[in-house]
């Protein structure tokens, strides 16, 4: 091996020569391994030398080359040892370009109760990932863009898109990234959702600390025209986090953060529903403090949360000034045995107490309901098969005792109890039939009663009780699965009836051969009024299957879905309905993609909607549609693989 | 709740020369005769208000007057000419005084009432950005003269999700639960995904409510074969629970069909409490082979090794020959390479991961016409005596690409 490399590139052959006199017999006793791995019978060996050439690409980093021998009584000897560096070139250690896009042409041979739609439709779909690494930085990108001829058929509402982007430089002390990304962890002023922003890390050496600087869209979801997300200053939300941690001794660690979030939001987010919602503009800000503590190598961990916020809860310059309130949160958890230590039983208990202030709100985390304090302790016990959580959580609300609110207290509880096979059942036994077992009983209780009612309104007063009980099966060739379970309110004041919910349900996948598979399910959902003794049936029924025809060249699919609520019992909105879909495919693998080459796939796909409304005894409606799809796949991958 | 009141006179009464009046008021809600009521308003709430109106009044007859207000009106903005909101049908009636010694000696009066202010009238009155409502009567005491008086009820911003109770007088409803909030994302905490085929996804509504009672609601998914048209929505589970608990929620979808390739859509439909909305739709897409997945590879068939106890050189591991195949290695692991060792045995059907971040104790690399293999010397003296490892195969094409592997296994050396 030259001496004098300095480095080699991923899928640069490795040769070695020997010192003359070396026998061909002598061979067959040398072994080479590369990273403690014998590629000996990859090797071309010679008496002169050996020349490997690795078949993927070796990935950036220090490999260990080593050539041994053995002798006659099996003594080994190292003949030599070298160490390679692999990197892509003097500037570079690493380069990969990951791709796969994507065309697909659809058209339209039938629909019954033709919408109108266009019968062709094109889509396009190209997705990247690349990463470029120095000695300093690293650099790493990843984007999905994403057309469609029609609005109506893009993932994100938009003809043309990038659903998804992001992108990130980081060095020893500094790391900025663009895109879609988590801003910050989950806290009570932090949802911890993926947004669209900016953000950037600088490390301290100073307590060993961070700072975090980042501006985010209010929204979950920006298309392409909102570019970062952060060109609207009515929907922009900006912060800062620092962090610092430590250890004050051996097995212990603390970690200390804050956050502050400052902005305004405009619109709900994409997926979300908020009843008065309204075209306004919230002003907020938010800031919190947390302590987390993990002592005796993780068998204490305690945490503790200050939080405060304003929010102008009517919209900016409107009406009301913006509010302030706080909330805390503090929790413990006792892990005598953590994880990883083999033991015979495991156990863990916690506690959480919480006050979320009525007007608490911060921006980046509006999902959080206020008004409330309570506390809640929590178990889990694993031994061998079983496992046992438990939990119990008491909490109110009117923290500020308004005579015009009820004050309410909620206790709850609820047990799990487990129990999954691991063991291989006895032959003979009536589980070799079944399957491996697993099963899973759940019971819970729930109360909630009023502690003051103001004057005019009914009391809260009710409780509901429920129990459950799931047992699957997993065999050789498949599983099978069942469950039943009860649940009842009762509500003692009689505004609300009380209830009964049962459900049933039953599903298996079959695997017949190597080729063929098929699923069956059956789910009952049934509610019965105690009063009347009226009875709400709801059920679905599937069956599906797909079969290789031509292994890894012809498929076809084929779904069955029945579904009838029968609901016309009900005292309150009677209903009763069927409805049966039907769909089938038939999918041709022409040719496979590869990369930097086109794989070419044709499906031809039908599907059947019936509608029928046994109530009013309407027409049954059928809906129907045929569509033919070619579709071209082609991956792309630059260096290879690694290893 | 301390009053707040305003004496302010909007009509002036007029006083017809050659009325047959006997009474007149002269003065009301002002000076020494400020109108109050006892408290504010939270806007969206239900709230009766004591109001006291007071003023002075003339009363010539002997039998005394008869102060009268037909209705009041809540108004918001300019107390006359500001927009209404709503009305109050109930009348006020008061008899006031008799005649005094001298003539034209006025009268002091109060009218005390409690009006009820809906809920919607605060709300409305809020929504328009008021901060204050005004309760506004015209006053008469037999003639054509009238008065017309005003007081103003501060609003207070209502707590944010505080729970509001059921009214005694409203009907009972199927479920006592009223939606706050409903977010649909997957669980990976996004609104789209792209996965791979077969690849498991769940999305999630978490949602938050007041009151308690039962929630019924069903996850749909619109398959690839309709989607290109109208698409059909096709239940695959109904939600029917109590909430009551914490005002929080999370309901988790069963695993998201993704058999074939396409793109998805999957909604959840709440039925009761009745939800009109066509929001709560997420859109996914399933593809044969996303650049994110790629890590997930097949799994591969072994056949078990041909001896396992003494492990020796000899001892043989065989496959199933995997097709464009260059290489394939065995890995041996003296720890579990991934992570925390899952629950129970290992998943041997689900798709296996391609690489590790760990690098494997050793190992062996043989070529891809090959479909069984013996350690060799190099891998058995690597193997600790009394040692434990975790041992796989993987298939590698020319590329390098990772084809399938077999799943982990365990390996005690004795």
Redesign the interface.
């Known amino acids: 091996m030259p001496e004098d490399r300095t480095f080699f590139q991923p899928r640069e052959g490795l040769q070695l020569a020997f010192s003359p006199g070396v026998a061909e017999a002598e061979l067959n006793h040398m ?1 080479l ?1 590369l ?8 090797t071309r060996w010679t008496p002169r030398g050996l020349q490997y050439q690795p ?3 070796l990935t950036p980093g220090v490999h260990d080359l080593r050539l ?1 021998y ?1 002798d006659e009584n ?1 003594q ?1 000897h190292e003949i030599g040892s070298w160490s390679l560096e692999v990197r892509h070139s003097e500037a570079l250690l690493s380069v990969t370009l ?3 896009s ?1 065309v ?1 042409a ?1 058209a ?1 041979l039938n ?1 019954r ?3 109108g ?1 266009r019968g062709r ?1 094109v ?1 396009a ?1 190209s ?3 690349g990463a470029m690494e120095t000695d300093r930085w690293r650099l790493q990108s ?1 984007a ?1 863009i ?1 057309y469609a001829n029609r609005r109506q ?4 509402g938009n003809r043309l898109d990038m ?2 982007f992001s992108m990130q430089a980081r060095s020893d002390w500094l790391r900025v990234a663009v895109g ?1 990304q ?1 801003m910050g962890q989950s806290s009570l002023v932090m949802n ?3 947004q669209r922003g900016v953000a950037s890390d600088v490390q301290l050496d100073t307590l060993n600390s961070s700072i975090s600087l980042f501006s985010m869209s209010g929204q ?2 920006a298309g392409v025209d909102d570019g970062l997300g952060l060109s609207d200053s009515n929907d922009r939300i900006n912060g800062a986090r620092w962090d610092s941690s430590w250890q004050p001794g051996q097995g212990h660690a603390i970690q200390l953060s804050a956050t502050r979030v400052t902005g305004r939001i405009s619109q ?8 008065g919602s ?1 075209t306004r503009v919230n002003d907020g800000e938010a800031w919190n403090a947390t302590v987390d503590g993990s002592f005796f190598d993780r068998a204490l961990q305690v945490r503790g949360e200050r939080a405060a916020s304003e929010y102008d ?3 900016h310059d ?3 000034a913006p ?1 302030s309130d706080d909330a805390w949160s503090g929790s413990l958890v006792l892990d005598p045995l953590p ?2 230590q083999d033991t015979p039983i495991n156990w863990q208990l916690g506690a959480e107490a919480r006050k979320i202030g ?2 608490f ?1 911060s921006l980046a985390n ?7 304090h ?1 506390i809640e302790f929590f178990a889990a016990v694993q031994r061998d ?1 079983w496992t046992l959580d438990a939990d119990f ?1 008491k ?1 109110r ?2 923290l500020d005792h ?1 005579p ?3 004050r ?1 207290e ?1 206790r ?1 509880w609820s047990m799990q109890l487990g129990y ?3 063991e291989v059942p006895d032959a003979g036994s009536l589980l070799e039939w079944l399957g ?1 077992p ?1 099963y899973t009983l759940t019971l819970d209780d ?1 109360q ?1 009663r ?1 502690q003051y ?2 004057i ?5 007063d ?1 409780e ?1 009780r ?1 129990a459950r009980l799931e047992a699957s099966f997993a065999r050789e060739l498949g599983y099978w699965s069942a469950g039943l379970g009860q ?1 009842r ?1 009762t ?1 003692n004041t ?4 009380d ?1 009964e ?1 049962r ?1 049933l349900q039953w599903q298996a996948g079959i695997d017949i051969g190597d080729h063929h598979q098929l699923n069956l399910g059956w ?1 009952l ?1 049934q ?1 019965r009024y105690r009063a009347g003794n009226e009875r709400v049936n ?1 059920q ?1 029924y ?1 069956v ?1 299957g ?1 079969s290789q025809l031509i292994p ?1 060249r012809l498929s076809v ?1 084929l ?1 069955l ?1 029945f ?1 009838r609520n029968d609901a016309e019992e ?4 009677a209903q009763y309905q069927d ?1 049966l ?1 039907t ?3 038939l ?1 041709w693998h022409i040719r496979e ?3 930097r080459r086109p ?1 070419l ?1 044709l499906s031809l ?3 059947r ?1 019936t509608l029928r409304d046994r109530l009013y005894n309407d027409p049954t409606q059928h ?1 129907h ?1 045929v ?1 033919l ?1 070619l ?1 071209t ?1 082609l ?1 792309t ?1 630059y260096p ?4 | 709740m301390k009053i707040v009141s305003m004496a302010w006179i909007l009509a002036v009464a007029t006083w017809l020369a050659g009325s047959s009046a006997h009474a007149q008021i002269i003065s009301l809600c002002e000076g020494m005769n400020a109108c109050s009521s006892n408290r504010g308003v939270a806007v969206g709430i239900d709230t009766r208000v004591m109001l006291s109106w007071r003023g002075e009044a003339i009363v010539a007859s002997p039998t005394g007057g008869r102060l009268v207000s037909d209705q009041g009106l809540f108004r918001i903005g300019d107390p006359r000419k500001g927009e209404t909101l709503g009305s109050v049908k109930s009348p006020l009636f008061q008899s006031i005084g008799t005649q005094r010694e001298r003539e034209k000696e006025a009268v002091r009066f109060t009218v005390n009432e409690t009006v009820r202010v809906p809920s919607e009238v605060s709300r409305r009155a809020a929504d328009a950005g008021a901060t204050e409502l005004h309760f506004v009567r015209q006053f008469s005491m037999g003639g054509d003269a009238t008065m017309i008086a005003f007081q103003t009820i501060p609003l207070q911003p209502s707590v944010p999700g505080r729970d509001i109770a059921a009214m005694i007088d409203e009907e009972p409803r199927s479920t006592g639960v009223r939606l706050e909030r409903v977010s649909l994302l997957f669980d990976r905490a996004s609104v789209t995904e792209t996965i791979d085929v077969a690849e498991t996804l769940r999305a999630e509504a978490r949602i938050r409510y007041q009151g308690a009672g039962l929630i019924n609601a069903v996850w749909e998914v619109a398959m690839p074969a309709s989607i290109q048209g109208d698409p059909f929505f096709v239940p695959i589970a109904r939600v029917r629970d109590y909430l009551g608990g914490t005002r929080e929620v999370t309901l988790e979808s069963p695993v998201l069909p993704s058999r074939e390739a396409g793109i998805y859509r999957v909604r959840l439909r709440v039925l009761e409490p009745s939800l009109v909305t066509d929001e709560l739709l997420l859109s996914y897409r399933v593809t044969e082979e996303s650049v994110q997945q790629r890590q997930r590879v097949p799994t591969l068939d072994m056949a078990p090794p041909s001896q396992l106890r003494p492990i020796d050189e000899n001892t043989e591991f065989r496959w199933q020959p995997v097709r464009d195949a260059d290489v394939y290695r065995l890995e041996f692991y003296d720890q579990w390479p991934d992570g925390e060792l899952p629950e129970g045995r290992f998943n041997d059907t689900m798709p296996q991961q391609a690489g590790f971040a760990l690098s494997p104790s050793t190992g062996l690399m043989v070529d891809g016409g090959q479909s069984s293999a013996r350690l060799g010397r190099a891998v058995v003296h690597r193997l600790r005596p009394g040692g434990s490892y975790y041992w796989r195969l993987v298939a590698i094409d020319g590329e390098g690409r990772v084809l399938g592997a077999s799943p982990l296994q365990s390996l005690a050396i004795p």
């Open positions: 072994y391994e990273n403690a791995v014998d590629v000996s019978d990859l078949p993927h690409g041994i053995f099996d080994l990951d791709s796969q994507e697909t659809n339209r629909e109760n033709d919408s739609s439709n889509q779909y997705e990247w990932s990843q999905e994403a058929q893009s993932i994100t659903p998804s879609d988590r911890g959702y993926q979950r979801a709900a987010d994409a997926g979300t529903w908020n009843s309204f809860f009517d919209g409107f009406g009301f509010i994880m990883g009525g007007y709100r509006r999902q959080l309901s206020g008004d409330r309570g098969k959580l909490e609300n009117n308004d015009d609110y009820a309410t909620t709850q999954s096979d691991y491996q697993s729930m909630r009023d009612t103001p005019g309104y009914w009391p809260n009710l509901s429920g649940e309110l509500d009689g505004w609300q009836p209830t919910t459900f789910q959902d509610t709801q679905i599937t599906g797909n890894g699919s779904d879905n579904s009900d005292p309150f909105f409805s879909y769909s089938g495919q999918h993609a590869r990369p794989g796939d796909s039908f599907s909607n809906d549609q569509w799809e579709r796949t991956p991958r290879g693989g690694g290893s």
